[in-house]
């Protein structure tokens, strides 16, 4: 592990200024200089199967859809809120999934054009300036691997079914989602799940110790990961840009 600073690159400066040469001959560097990192931490990376990996990440959709529809306490929310949260935690759910239906996936390095040729690329796009969005950048190394230690968190845990569902239900009643309707009968329905995870992980103890504390602590770390890298490593590849969080609305509307 580096010991620089978090969101330092090695093949930065202590300034945190990359290259001379390629910060003289880039004028667009300065208006995004992480896009142009050299750093192995901070390469795109792309999937080794992306067809596989794809399909996978969209049984894992499904699922997730099945769960809520068989959920009475979520299809009896109003519609309004149902989308809010659908919205607002679809990415450690999918997550969730990934770990229970224990989907493993290989990364490698994306193919990156030579220093010089973006300089050459860049140039005439910015004399141009045709008002072109640049292309979003894909997933780093670092950000995939991070997702996957999050993973192998939860395989530690070795949890059964019904684990999975209670902790399901205690990241899908968010009650600190914007503009829900039902926030605290939401809040409650959180509490109730979260008190039934800690009957079936170890009853008759409290929830901050033991495994109860380890497995909730385990899953906070899944709202590290941007739903954005969710999208741009399993779905982009295969079948576009695509609002997954308005896909899993459609799905859950057709499944009623």
Not at 169 to 179: K, R
Not at 186 to 211: D, K, M, S, W
Not at 230 to 254: K, Q, S, T
Request: proline residues 10%; aromatic residues 6%; positive net charge.
């Amino acid at each position: 592990m580096s010991s620089s600073q978090p969101g330092t690159c090695p093949c930065q400066g202590a300034a945190g200024r990359p290259a001379i040469l390629y910060a003289l001959l880039s004028p667009s560097l300065r208006a995004a200089p992480r896009s142009h990192c050299l750093c192995r931490q901070h390469r795109p990376v792309r999937l080794c199967a992306p067809h596989r990996t794809c399909r996978e990440a969209l049984d894992v959709l499904a699922r997730t859809v099945g769960f809520l529809r068989n959920l009475p306490s979520f299809c009896q929310l109003p519609p309004q809120d149902q989308q809010r949260l659908l919205r607002g935690c679809w990415g450690p759910l999918f997550l969730l999934g990934l770990a229970q239906d224990a989907v493993t996936f290989e990364v490698a390095e994306a193919p990156v054009p030579s220093i010089l040729k973006k300089i050459l690329l860049e140039e005439p796009r910015s004399r141009a300036g045709s008002g072109q969005l640049p292309d979003r950048p894909q997933p780093s190394l670092a950000a995939v691997q991070w997702l996957q230690c999050c993973l192998e968190s939860f395989w530690s845990l070795k949890l059964g079914p019904k684990e999975y569902a209670y902790l399901k239900e205690t990241i899908i009643f968010n009650p600190d989602v914007p503009g829900l309707h039902a926030s605290s009968h939401i809040g409650h329905l959180q509490q109730e799940a979260r008190h039934a995870l800690c009957e079936v992980l170890e009853p008759g103890r409290p929830a901050g110790q033991g495994r109860v504390a380890r497995v909730l602590l385990t899953a906070s770390t899944l709202k590290s990961i941007p739903p954005s890298l969710l999208g741009d490593l399993f779905f982009r590849p295969i079948i576009g840009d695509i609002d997954i969080a308005g896909l899993l609305e459609d799905m859950l509307l057709l499944s009623q």
